[in-house]
């Protein structure tokens, strides 16, 4: 469908109006139902592999391969993980009487929360809008999608799966820039999954709070890294510098920062410029015509790190690798950058880029203790083969998901719950979390043959107060 004009919030009313009656429909969809149009959307959506490569061409200049392996095969293996086991999920759960409850029988059933709105952020723009589209298609939802308007060549294909796919009275793609959003977000959806920074998460959940509706905040944060002195270095570097400049940075659970014990400080950034000449090349003109490197989003957003890079140099900070930014080609070099002073402005803001500063550390204490300092970040990495390590930064630390020895695949384990905790987002996403995200879990209590309850029924008689007086002993012990 065409783009949708920001200043016409009709339009919008009317399509939200328009599924309302779609979304009570959907209530007793049963499982073969959903499965047959996941399998619908997974086949669409590689059926324009050479579609996808040219549209991330144009917006990110993305490379194929990381187009495959972080935008079409999460949403596939979702998609795979859901049509494997919806049945079940769909399936009443049983649960048996408490002593208090004796002579009831009681189940949880998973509703649909019915209209959902989904807003997606530009860095994946296909990942974070029809990965969550999968979880509520699974719950029997309907969905309004709203991309990112600086992704417009892969939001134009993603519009075109979705009118070809779905009637609009369940899903359609609506587009538009910040107004559009605004104005989807004054209407009374039943659920509301945002995708994004953490300042704007916050005029999400307000604008939600009016009608109280629900929320889950897929946000970021400066998600740290260690890397001790009992660390498999060269392992470290390599997953490091992966996560970190995959589509150049710009992932929000890409390493922001990394702690190096200092013993090992210099041998782990003799690594980083070792690999990183591999990858990319061994100088800076190599490195800029580098087919495998994406590109920033727009001029502004390499206008914005390549000054957070000259003023960490301008404080006294070390360039190891990199440093050349590009506005007009919205290009930033893989940069490594050590000795950061605390006051610069690179410690402070999300980087969201494929800058890497390095800092050495002596006592994991601090290192902790630096952590906990700050809001809770989305990810968390931990590279160490000591145990007692690996247990102490478990238990003294909080973030949205933990990796031990490893970098960002936290995000595409369809077993574990995504999500991040405070500022990094609130609730979790990926496979049955992500069915328990879009469904309203009920509980429904029913009558059995027996009525223990009757025992309490007025009038109340010395009998009933030592019933009761009976039951609290028990309760007490059992």
């Not at 429904?444 to 030592?466: E, K």
């Amino acid at each position: 469908m065409p783009p949708i004009d920001d200043a016409d919030p009709k339009i919008l009313l009317r399509l939200f109006e328009q599924q309302a009656p779609t979304a009570l429909a959907l209530r007793s969809s049963t499982a073969r139902e959903r499965v047959g149009k996941l399998k619908r959307l997974r086949d669409g959506l590689l059926s324009r592999r050479e579609a996808w490569y040219t549209a991330f061409a144009a917006d990110l200049r993305k490379p194929p391969l990381e187009v495959d392996l972080t935008e079409l095969l999460p949403v596939v293996d979702e998609a795979r993980h859901a049509i494997a086991h919806l049945a079940r999920w769909m399936r009443p759960q049983q649960v048996r009487p408490t002593l208090t409850t004796l002579g009831t029988h009681a189940r949880v059933l998973a509703q649909p929360r019915g209209r959902c709105l989904i807003i997606g952020p530009w860095n994946y723009p296909v990942n974070t809008l029809l990965g969550p589209l999968v979880s509520a298609i699974a719950a029997g939802n309907t969905v309004i999608l709203k991309p990112s308007e600086f992704t417009p060549h892969v939001n134009a294909l993603v519009a075109e799966l979705v009118a070809e796919l779905f009637d609009p009275a369940e899903i359609t793609l609506v587009q538009g820039g910040v107004a559009t959003a605004q104005q989807l977000l004054t209407l009374p959806f039943d659920h509301v999954f945002f995708t994004g920074s953490t300042a704007v998460g916050r005029l999400v959940m307000e604008a939600a709070a009016r009608h109280l509706t629900s929320v889950t905040l897929e946000l970021g944060g400066k998600s740290p890294v260690i890397v001790d002195q009992s660390a498999d270095l060269r392992q470290a570097a390599e997953l490091i510098l992966w996560g970190k400049f995959t589509n150049a940075g710009q992932t929000c659970v890409a390493p922001d920062h990394v702690y190096v014990h200092r013993s090992v400080k210099a041998e782990f950034i003799r690594l980083c410029q070792e690999l990183m000449a591999e990858r990319y090349g061994a100088n800076d003109a190599s490195v800029e015509a580098s087919p495998d490197l994406a590109r920033m989003i727009s001029p502004r957003h390499t206008e914005r790190l390549g000054a957070l890079i000259d003023d960490a140099l301008a404080r006294g900070a070390t360039l190891v690798a990199g440093g050349r930014h590009d506005s007009a080609a919205r290009y930033v070099a893989p940069t490594l950058l050590t000795d950061v002073p605390a006051e610069a402005r690179i410690g402070s803001e999300e980087i969201f880029g494929p800058v890497l500063p390095i800092e050495a550390f002596d006592v994991i204490d601090q290192v902790i203790q630096r952590i906990n300092a700050q809001p809770k970040p989305l990810a968390l990495y931990l590279f160490s083969r000591s145990r007692s390590t690996q247990a102490r930064v478990t238990a003294q630390t909080s973030s949205g998901g933990l990796c031990l020895n490893h970098c960002v695949q936290q995000y595409v384990h369809g077993g574990l719950p995504f999500g991040g905790v405070n500022h990094s987002g609130i609730g979790s996403a990926h496979g049955h979390y992500g069915f328990k995200a879009f469904s309203h879990e009920r509980a429904c209590l029913a009558s059995g043959p027996l009525m223990p309850l009757s025992l309490f029924f007025p009038p109340y008689t010395r009998r009933t107060s030592w019933l009761s007086a009976s039951l609290l002993r028990v309760l007490r012990w059992i």
